[in-house]
């Protein structure tokens, strides 16, 4: 897996999260746009952060999550880190 599709694979599973945090539906989280366009707040950039731990193995900061980075931005950054996480576990399972 590149890291492209590996972001694209982590900015699904991200905006799923988004999706169910906000109470929003799906399609309206936009991955070209910053996360705190959709409101996310510290305590909500709190539990990204862990998301992100948890599901993919890597650390992202709050100030990141709170920044002016896109959600797709945010997701290459990590995906060119070369960490993956359960989202590669689960890619790779599929092949």
């Known amino acids: 897996m590149t890291p492209e599709e590996a972001a694209e694979t982590i900015a699904e599973a991200l905006t ?10 799906k399609a309206d989280v936009d991955a070209a746009k910053p996360m705190y366009v959709l409101g996310v707040d510290s305590l909500v950039a709190v539990e990204i952060r ?7 193995d890597t650390g992202v900061k709050v100030f990141q999550i709170l920044g002016n980075k896109s959600i797709f931005d945010i997701c290459i950054a990590v995906a060119r880190e070369g960490r993956y996480g ?4 689960a890619e790779q399972a599929q092949s």
């Open 50 to 56: 862990s998301w992100f731990s948890k599901e993919i």
């Open 16 to 25: 799923k999260k988004l999706s169910e945090l906000m109470s929003v539906p």
């Open 86 to 89: 359960r989202i590669g576990e």
